[in-house]
Structures are given as structure tokens and as C-alpha cells.
């Protein structure tokens, strides 16, 4: 008999949305496991693009620094467009490619998929997991009785896992990247798994199982854009072959995204209708390697381009733009990545979605596995990442219908003209960079004192800001405090503690927040750890030269290191705006809740916190003991 | 017989400067051995205070990131002085603790001193060099044939080392810190070892085995200031326990050094007359924690200060302020650190000077193995670390004198007035950050052509700037260029080079430098690779938006990392102001040689280039083809 166990979060696939969620679920200790079909981690090619908000969010797990030390740095974007006198093209503009002003780091890093995931798995390690390979669903099945479906204790998922003994990809002549393994392979490896789980996780990609199973439909279609993509290390005299590059000639549209080293990925568009298979597939068995470098050589002329070498990867693709219907079947399992939304790659979305899904997700398992929130919590999911899902593609219609569009020349008046391509990319870079996204209102999100700190926009990524620490004058980025630690964190800005009035309303807060009944003490399991579900901060508008951590009443001041305030670091580098960008009244100052991976969902004011309504924002999900 | 064998460097003592050594010397790929006495690393204590300097000095070697992540970080410094009521202290003022303006970090980092080494042992082990412990040198002679001494295959210098069985340190009963072996399980151990060196370093700490064998004499003598010191974690309403604080009390002096984590160091001033035993020692038996507890306690009147646990570590020592005579004997052994200096720990200068020492010296015995400098080159060490220990202990003598001496009260008129004290430390910022450190004219530091580049002292470290890197528009720390990896860097400053006649200039320069004659090809050994011993760089004028790589002539660009301009950075915060800041024309330039150690060393014009000024330079002390 196959053997069975039991695990509370089982994760189908270690792509990016898979390690993205094991490594946030083993970090909070979840109990968790995860499998993927493949024998070996990724190696070359695939997606390799992370925006500004997805360093912010490596970075609130630990895991910037490696990203960026490793990883090519992007931080200008060249447009080429045909010369007035037909001898090919010339650069029309150099502009910054991320222009989201709030944005912490301003450059897009580019880092082959491999290097990604091992960021990850080498974190999942230290935190006690590994990716079980090569494993593949066999089957998925989600109990149907009510009662088991609402107990917090029980396991309503069966996933029956097959063990292969010694797959290998299956690899197409072409080049062609495809995940399918051979089933030939597949059937003759005979060691079968049970797995009863509390929840399960499709992180399986473009085709999932998990998605197929369920009978989860995709919305969208094929279009008929057809690209070519190489990695290579060309020798060139075009000056921004280190740069993000658009080329727009009147021999095709290239695309130039530099990587590690001094490799680069050249993307080309395939002019051909292609011929269409028996499965309804474009053929793209007449694309090859040499074709995609010479229509990216004659794009670029009058400039040299050569390839001493072979590529180290290239493919060639239909663009798909789909998204799921659901990303969730009954909050018992869930899909996130590539299985929820397919899009171009030419806009660096396709990795960040993927992990962003996983990072939404993470935490509000964690909280209901513990018993912390109700599960309605999960039903937020869907509802945030299914709407970015619908902005990413309508975005990706738009910049494909574009980028494919030829140029406006003489010859070509009613091409895509060089204003309208760059003036999309740049309306769009609060889109792009993944900064601007903002979360509906919901169970958690709730913007009704928004007018108290304008600048923090209820629903979007907490903005960073650098804040000094009062007892050791220590500066502090504010989103390194935000950590996705799967902790609530509840930044009082307290105005200025040496005002006489203010400090009566601070020691107010103060006593009420060391009262039984308060939010911090109430939803806290009774013998965890004072900070174990809230981490407060207070940040007050005092010099740093006069400031004392000790004028910070105990109950809003756990540790030293939790008190803060707005003022130039020492260094007289950064600091001291953080009231004025956030729009918060620096005397009244104002309350400001945080979510575990680092939105801001709740705002009032200091007096809001005395009549309670912490507790009330807090009891709508969270479990507390006298609730 | 007891076993022999050849090594290039033999260093003897793995404290900090012996740690720094081993791990230039072994990343640079030298033949080294490290050997010490201690059975295991320094677990708690001792010198713990990192300067400005040391912190651009660890990051030369890619080191100073663990520091920073996992020390203690003093930004701001605090005075406290008596009440005039009466009743205990209060604070003065709380000012920045680095005021050297061009420090690239502004701050000191406290750790303790293991952590420290590890830093160091860790990166030693990368590079294949593990300490060998614990062994005690037995003999050291030098060979007195004058040819052996001129060869440089030769290995004239012979050391006997005993490997001790089970050697433990000898713990005194009253804490005081010892590094002294027990003579009695030192000759209980048998194994000896011959050591044929060409060169050996005694970093073997204030009782050097090595500096008396060779009969390098002090000079200076110890003072009667006797003080004592505890880490601790204490429990207190002190509101600058946090900061670097020094309070001058009517019951005494305390300085404050805050700590990793929670952990604090207290320096208590021991008034008393302390016994003098029959060494002619201060008999520091007087002396218990618990004493130095109940000083500090005292001084820090009306907070409170309590210690609910016993002392992490704490000694008691009495301050000596000297210096060796030589800092080379034949210039075939070397001293460094404390065998070298010694002085009170107050201005935190114990361990940064060790380590300076050694940072000195590793590159100078990497070029003269290699046969890529003569062996005058060696005597710059002591020259320039000699003359710095020097200042160091003028410095020390007036900070120690002011420190203990009583603060100015109503009863006390003639004590040390706050404003004196404070007046002192700000003054001296640049020396005590070790930033404004300045090394003299010699072979190697010539200051001819100052005026070219007035903002980059010649015999001082090459000041901080951001540049951008032209062909991707990244912006670089140019000291992140400027790395300890033993390569002279030379720093093409080339204006403009969009500017024809400039584009002129930079075009001869680049021709020059293909030339067989010039330097990067004669002084670089042939068969090495071209950029073996020089790194050459280049920073233009130019916008960013409308620099190109290309611009820049092959002669002077080996690859398009080494093309830089100055300009502000895309997201506008550094950058553009290293001309300015240098003091260099944006239209003329000028040509900046930077040493291996990161020190400004030599200047002169791009016209200079032609007429074979960097090969007259570079000819005074590099052995080239053709010299």
C-alpha cells in the first residue's frame, strides 16, 4: 500500500511562486512541504527579470543582497528608432527605466531563473526544507463534507504524488523550452504517495495539474505574436548593449535586456506566420538559434553585432495572455504564477506576479494554521491578486500591440511612433515596477481615515522613508522594521513626546495598550511571546539631539529599539521627511497598520486607539480570546 | 630531527593584525603560514572599536558588510557633567561621533574581538589558510650573509616553533586579562618545528616574543591612570546607554561604549593608589568587578544602573603608551599591532592601528615576492606606520590626561572644562577616524603635482565619490573600484571626450599606453594577464545620457565595467561631484595613481602620460622587462 501522511501546506512546484511560498511558509515554521517535477533546479534561460517592488520584497525576507550582488543592474532604458537618412538606426532617448519616484531601489535586476530559485532553496535549507524531486500529482481531491471542510484540524485535501525514478525533461529538438515530462518515463516509475493536507498550493505552472484537475478555466487566448529569444555574449560597438533597450527598425523590433556577466538577452519579433500543427500549435520548428541572431544583427545596423559563440539558451514563443477564472477552489486549494496568468515576457511581469501571488498568500495561511485570523481571511487572496492578474494583461495587450507595431517612418506613417512607445512605458511605471499596486478594500483594507496620512495609501506597499532610532541615533529604513516576519506591525506616530499635551495623549495610548483588553494583548495566544502576532514602533517628530527613548510610555515602547523618530541622519544622507511625505500632522501625529508582508491596510488617530477602535479594525478577521 | 620546512611569510600571531595579514596575503595568493598561541579564537572581550577607516578598509577586502550587519553602531556621542544642584549629572550635549566630513560611513562598529577575527579566520579559509594552533615560536635568527639577505629566493630567516600538546591559557584569579603561557605545560610539550621564512611578521601583541628576541627596544613608559572595565547588561533609565557617552562626575569618570545586542562596556576611571608588587607592577589584585560596578553606578547619579547579572568579561589594566624603535629588523622581519604600540583603549584606537599596520605591509611583501617591486619598497613601513604610532600616542597622552582628569565644578575650578574635552575629540575627528591619516613623501608618495587634483591629498586614502559606470548608467562607491586585491589602480580623469580636441588628448594617451614602453605593459610580467598589476579606469565629464563606452579609445578601456563619468545617479541621490570634490578640471583632467592599499600616491597631467611621466614614477621602485 502506498504510504500516506498528513502536512498542513503541500506546494506543487518549486518555480518561482513555489520557492517563493515554501521559503515564507519555513521561515514562520509552518509545516509544509514541497514537491516539483523536475530533477534539478533550472540552470539557464527562463524569466529572469525583478522589479523595484519585488527587491523590496527579497529585501523584507533578507534576500535583496544577494539579488543585487549577483544580478545585472538595469537603470536606463535606450529607444533606437530608423534614421532619417534610411542607414539603419540611432538612439533617440535615454531615460531612466524605473520611474516610480518612491520606488527604494531604481533599477530592475536581471539574474537567470536558476540563480533566483537558489536564493530561495539555499533560504528554505536553513529553515529545514527541501524540494522533494522528482514528484509529480497524480491526482487531487478536496473533500465535499461541510463539517471537515470548516474544522481548522483536519486535512480535507488528498493529493496522491508519484515518485519518478529517474526522469528527465523531455527536451524538443528545436530548443523549444517545455516542463512535459516524457509519459513514457512518467508511467514506468511505480512508487506512489499520499498526502492528506490542510491546504494545497498549484504553484505548477502554465499547464498545471493542479489548475487542469480542479477544472479552474483560463480566460484570454493566443495572440499571434511570435518572438525569439537568445542569451548570448555578442561582441558589439553598439554603445547600450549594457542598457534596457527597444529597437524599432524597419527590419523588425528588438529587445535588449542585458544580464549577469556580459551576457545579453535579445528579443526578436518573428515577422513569419508560422504553419499551425494538428494540436492547433504554431510550429515553431522553422525558428531556429541563427535566424533570431540575424534579424537581431540587421535591427541593429549600422552598429556591428557578432556571436563568436553559441547561445547558452534561446526559444522561441506564441505570446498567451490568460488569466484563471479562480485562484482558489473552496480556500482549501489555491494557484498562484504562471497556473493563474500567462502574459509576454517582454515586460519583466512574468517572475514578479508569480512571486508577489506567493507572497500575499503566505502569511494568511500562516495566520489561520495557527489559529490567529478566521479563514475568511483567505478569500482576500483571490480577491487582491486576481485583479492585478486582469491590470497585468490588459497592460501586456497594450505594450505587445506596440512593440510589434513597426516604427513611423517616412515610408511607414501609420507605424507606432517612438512618443506613443515611450510614453506608454513611462504613464505606466508605477504599474511596471510593481510599486503602484494597490489592493481593494476588503476584509483587511479599509480606507476610511486615509485623510490622516495621505502619502501612505491604504491598500499599496508601505513607503519607504529613513527614520532614526532615539537611543542610538542609528538610522533605519523604515521597510527594513516591515520585515515579512508574518507579524502585524503598528507604527504609532506619536508627534512630539516633549510637548506637555501630546505626552498626556502618548501615556494615554500607552495605558490602554496594557490593558487586557487591548488589541495587542487580546488577539496574542495566551502564552506566546509579548510581540509574537504585533510588533509596535513608534516614530515621533522630536530632534534627534533632545529625543530620550525613555519619554516613550512602556506600553507603546516594549525595547529601546522600538522607538523612533523623524529627523536627518547624522550623516546628513537621508531622514527627516517621513511626516511630511506620509501627509501625517506631525503634533497630532497619527496610527498606521501594516500587514505582514508589508501593505498598509488601516489608519486613525492616536484618540481613535483610547476608544478602541484598534480592536474593532483587528476583531473583523483576527481571532482573539474573548472574541 | 625535528621537521623543516620553506615558507614565503611566516606570521606569527593571529590577533587583529595578524588575522588582517593572513588574509591579504592569502587572497592574494602568497605562500603564507599563521601561527599562534591561543588554543582556540578570543571568545568574549577585549578591544572591540572599529574606526571610519578600518570599516573603507574592510570593505577594500569585502569584509565590512558582516561587520556592519552584526555590530553595534555608536553615531552620536554624548557628554554628561555634574548638575549645578548638585544632584548627579546631566547631559551637556550629544554630538555626532565621526566628524571626519569625507567619511564614507559615519559611524564607528562596536563587536567583540572574536567576532572580529572570524570575520578574518572565515575569509582565510576561502582563500586555503587555516591558524595553526597552539604554537609558540622558540628561536628566530636572522642570516647575517649579506648575499643571502640580497636574494630574493633566498629564506634567511630561521625560526624554531613548538607545537604545544594541551597548552591553556593562564587564567588569573582576579580576571585580569593574560595571554602568558604557564612556562610549566610549555616545556612539558615536545614537538618543535624548523621554519626557513623570507619574510616573517611578529603580530604577537604588547609582549612580543618576537620584538625582544630582536632587541627592538620601547620607548615611552606606563602612566599611573589605572582603569577598569566590565561588559555588562544592565538595567537603567540612562537615556544615552545606547550612545558613546563620556561623563565626567564628582565621583569619578565613565565612558559608555554601547554594544552588540543589549550588552554595554563600562570604562571606570580606578582612583585609588594601587600597590606595586615585586615585578614593579601595579598590583591590580584591588580591583573587582563588582567595585568597578558600583564606580559607574556612582557616577551616573541620579539614574539608575543596575546589573542583574554577572559581567560577560571584565578587566583592569594600566595604561603604557609606547613604541617600538624599528618596526623591521633587515626589513626580513616585520612587527605590526601591539608588538609595535601600545596605549589606553579609551579613543578606540588599539585595533585599528594593528590592522592598518598589516594593511600597510601585505601589499608591499605581495609585490616584492612576486618580483614585481624591489625591496626598498619594504622600508616605506616603517616609515609610515612608525611615524603614525608616534602621533598616536601624543594623542592618546592628551585625551587620557583630560579624560582623568575631574570635570570643572563650583568646588573644583582648575578640572577639566567640558568645553576643553568635547573641543579636543572634535578636533582630532580626522585623526581619530583614521581617515585624515597622511603618509609622507618617500619612494613610492610624491606630492609634485598636487595642485592638478588638490582634493585628493597625495599620502592620503582616495576619498569617497559616487560615479557612474557609462555603459549601463550604474552608479559605484568609486573606493569599491579602488579594492585591496594588490593591483595599482590608475585613475584616468579624462574630461570630456566629446569635446574633439579633448577626444584628441584622451586618443594620444590610449595610444601611448599600447605602446610597449609604457608602464602597464613593462612593469606588468610578461605571459600575466594584462591587468595583472594595474587596473586602469577611466572618469569622464560627460552627461550620462549622452555618454558612450565607445567613446573611450581601446588603449584606455580593457573592458566596458572600466568606463565611468561623473554625473548624478538616476534615482538623483549621489553622483556628479567628483571632479568638484577632487579639485580636477572637467575639461584638462588629470591622471590619479591610487596604491593597493587604497592610498593617493602619485598625480600628474594626461600630457605627463605622453611625455613617460607614469613610467619615470612607476620606475622608481617597479622592476620592469626593461629596467
Not at 498549484?202 to 499571434?224: M, Q, Y
Not at 546628513?572 to 517621513?578: N, P, Y
Amino acid at each position: 500500500m502506498a504510504p500516506s501522511s498528513n502536512v498542513d501546506v503541500l506546494i506543487i512546484g518549486a518555480g518561482p511562486a513555489g520557492v517563493m511560498a515554501g521559503n515564507a511558509l519555513a521561515s514562520a515554521g509552518v509545516n509544509v512541504r514541497i514537491v516539483d517535477k523536475r530533477p534539478a533546479k533550472v540552470m539557464a534561460g527562463q524569466a529572469d527579470g525583478i522589479q523595484p517592488r519585488t527587491i523590496e520584497v527579497f529585501q523584507s525576507y533578507g534576500l535583496a543582497r544577494r539579488l543585487i550582488e549577483r544580478g545585472n543592474q538595469m537603470h536606463s532604458l535606450a529607444f533606437y528608432n530608423p534614421r532619417k537618412d534610411g542607414k539603419g538606426v540611432e538612439r533617440t532617448s535615454r531615460v531612466p527605466d524605473v520611474t516610480a519616484p518612491s520606488a527604494r531601489y531604481r533599477f530592475e535586476v536581471t539574474l537567470h531563473q536558476g540563480e533566483i530559485e537558489a536564493i530561495f532553496l539555499d533560504s528554505m535549507r536553513e529553515h529545514g526544507l527541501e524540494v522533494e524531486r522528482p514528484i509529480v500529482p497524480e491526482s487531487i481531491e478536496i473533500s465535499e463534507d461541510v463539517e471537515e471542510l470548516a474544522s481548522k484540524d483536519s486535512y480535507p485535501v488528498k493529493v496522491v504524488l508519484r515518485h519518478l525514478a529517474d526522469a528527465t525533461l523531455e527536451t524538443a529538438p528545436n530548443g523549444v523550452h517545455t516542463n512535459d515530462i516524457d509519459p513514457a518515463i512518467e508511467s514506468s516509475s511505480s512508487s506512489l504517495e499520499t498526502v492528506h493536507a490542510k491546504y494545497v498550493l498549484g504553484a505548477d505552472g502554465a499547464h498545471s495539474f493542479v489548475r487542469g484537475s480542479l477544472g479552474i478555466e483560463l480566460e484570454g487566448e493566443h495572440t499571434d505574436h511570435v518572438w525569439g529569444v537568445v542569451d548570448c555574449v555578442p561582441v558589439t560597438d553598439f554603445p547600450d548593449i549594457r542598457n534596457r533597450t527597444a529597437i524599432h527598425s524597419d527590419f523588425g523590433s528588438c529587445m535588449i535586456i542585458p544580464r549577469e556577466g556580459d551576457k545579453v538577452r535579445l528579443y526578436v519579433q518573428i515577422a513569419e506566420e508560422l504553419q499551425v500543427d494538428e494540436h492547433g500549435r504554431k510550429d515553431r520548428s522553422a525558428v531556429t538559434p541563427e535566424k533570431v541572431m540575424e534579424m537581431a544583427k540587421r535591427s541593429m545596423q549600422p552598429f556591428n553585432l557578432e556571436f563568436p559563440d553559441k547561445p547558452e539558451w534561446w526559444t522561441c514563443y506564441v505570446i498567451g495572455q490568460r488569466v484563471a477564472k479562480n485562484f482558489s477552489v473552496k480556500e482549501r486549494v489555491f494557484i498562484a504564477g504562471d497556473a493563474c496568468h500567462t502574459h509576454s515576457p517582454k515586460a519583466g511581469q512574468g517572475m514578479n506576479a508569480s512571486m508577489n501571488d506567493s507572497h500575499n498568500l503566505a502569511w494568511k495561511l500562516a495566520h489561520v494554521l495557527r489559529g490567529w485570523a478566521s479563514p475568511e481571511l483567505l478569500k482576500t487572496y483571490e480577491l487582491e491578486r486576481r485583479k492585478y492578474a486582469r491590470d497585468l494583461i490588459d497592460f501586456d495587450k497594450k505594450l505587445a500591440d506596440l512593440f510589434s507595431g513597426k516604427a513611423v517612418t517616412t515610408e511607414n506613417a501609420t507605424g507606432v511612433s517612438h512618443k506613443e512607445f515611450q510614453g506608454l512605458l513611462q504613464s505606466m511605471g508605477g504599474f511596471t515596477s510593481g510599486i503602484g499596486i494597490q489592493y481593494a478594500p476588503s476584509l483587511i483594507t479599509d480606507p476610511t481615515a486615509q485623510s490622516l496620512a495621505p502619502g501612505l495609501v491604504i491598500g499599496q506597499r508601505f513607503l519607504p522613508q529613513v527614520i532614526i532610532r532615539v537611543a542610538d541615533t542609528r538610522p533605519y529604513e523604515i521597510q527594513d522594521l516591515l520585515v515579512s516576519d508574518t507579524k502585524w506591525k503598528v507604527v504609532f506616530f506619536v508627534g512630539d513626546p516633549k510637548e506637555e499635551k501630546q505626552q498626556a495623549v502618548i501615556n494615554a495610548v500607552g495605558e490602554h495598550l496594557l490593558c487586557s483588553k487591548s488589541f495587542a494583548r487580546r488577539f496574542t495566544p495566551k502564552g506566546a511571546a509579548q510581540d509574537a502576532v504585533f510588533t509596535l514602533l513608534t516614530v515621533s517628530s522630536t530632534s534627534k539631539d533632545d529625543a530620550d527613548y525613555t519619554d516613550i510610555h512602556p506600553g507603546l515602547r516594549t525595547h529601546w529599539s522600538k522607538a523612533f523618530t523623524d529627523d536627518l541622519a547624522i550623516d546628513g544622507r537621508a531622514g527627516g521627511t517621513a511626516y511630511t511625505t506620509y501627509g501625517i500632522n506631525p503634533s497630532s501625529g497619527a496610527v498606521v497598520c501594516c500587514r505582514p508582508d508589508g501593505y498598509v491596510s488601516f489608519v486613525c488617530s492616536l484618540q481613535d486607539v483610547t476608544s478602541g477602535r484598534l480592536e474593532e479594525y483587528f476583531g473583523c478577521f483576527m481571532v482573539g480570546a474573548s472574541a
